[in-house]
């Protein structure tokens, strides 16, 4: 079974700075996607960046980017030059590859609070 | 692209009562799947649709939940005879088919919260 694993409950990061929310995960497919989404207070889910497990490179998404560590089963998620507008919830997401068995469904962490203070 | 689109936004009724969910996907995404979430906690799997053929069910699902999408389009997730515990913020989200290697992300609709007394 895939299991994600967000430890920090809540993070603060001053306006500009950049902050990294941390994420490792379990699993025993050699095939997996990674996805980082962000909740607003609004409650709407949305898509940030994603890493296939084969990718050879780091994700980069404008200011978002994912430290991808395989060997340690690490996908960190670094927000540079944070704004107020990037308080949210933040939650990093396994997906099992689709197919005539798998559903292709997606494993969520509990999340990561942030807060960017002015 | 008009987004996942969920109705009711919100939803009381009492204990014991039914409550039916629609949820309307991007037009294009054949998969579709209903996920639970509660306060603090990120979303859990409840079920999954490609087309209209309902392929997996979470084990943690009781008898009393049951959903369908009938011609591969919209879907609906019933809750019959409610319980407090059953009180959550329902989404609904679709996305293409994933093979892996292939970035295709969930796309979720702004849920449906359900408040049961």
């Known amino acids: 079974a895939q299991k994600i694993t967000q430890t920090q409950p809540g993070m603060f990061v001053q306006e500009k700075e950049a902050v990294t929310l941390d994420c490792t995960y379990d699993?025993?497919?050699?095939?997996?996607?990674l996805f980082w989404y962000k909740q607003p207070s609004s409650g709407e889910m949305i898509f940030l960046i994603y890493?296939?497990?084969?990718?050879?490179q780091n994700a980069t998404e404008g200011r978002y980017s994912l430290n991808f560590q395989k060997a340690r089963k690490s996908a960190n998620l670094v927000i540079s030059a944070s704004q107020l507008g990037d308080s949210a919830m933040y939650f990093c997401?396994?997906?099992?590859?689709?197919?005539?068995?798998?559903?292709?469904?997606?494993?969520f962490g509990d999340g990561t609070t942030l807060t960017v203070k002015p | 692209d008009t987004g996942v689109s969920q109705d009711p936004r919100h939803k009381i009724t009492k204990r014991g009562q039914n409550v039916t969910f629609r949820c309307d996907p991007i037009?294009?995404?054949?998969?579709l799947y209903w996920y639970r979430q509660t306060l603090g906690q990120g979303p859990e799997f409840l079920t999954y649709?490609?087309?209209?053929?309902?392929?997996?069910k979470s084990r943690l699902l009781s008898d009393r939940f049951s959903a369908e999408r009938p011609k591969g389009s919209f879907s609906t997730l019933e809750i019959q005879r409610t319980e407090q515990g059953d009180s959550a913020m329902y989404l609904c989200?679709?996305?293409?088919?994933?093979?892996?290697?292939?970035?295709?992300?969930?796309?979720f609709g702004n849920g449906t919260r359900l408040t049961v007394t």
């Open positions: 989200a679709s996305s293409l088919f994933w093979q892996g290697g292939k970035n295709s992300p969930l796309h």
């Open positions: 699993t025993s497919d050699p095939s997996y996607g």
């Open positions: 890493q296939g497990s084969y990718d050879q």
């Open positions: 997401a396994m997906r099992e590859p689709g197919g005539d068995t798998n559903a292709g469904k997606s494993t």
């Open positions: 037009s294009e995404h054949n998969r």
């Open positions: 649709f490609q087309n209209e053929a309902q392929l997996e």
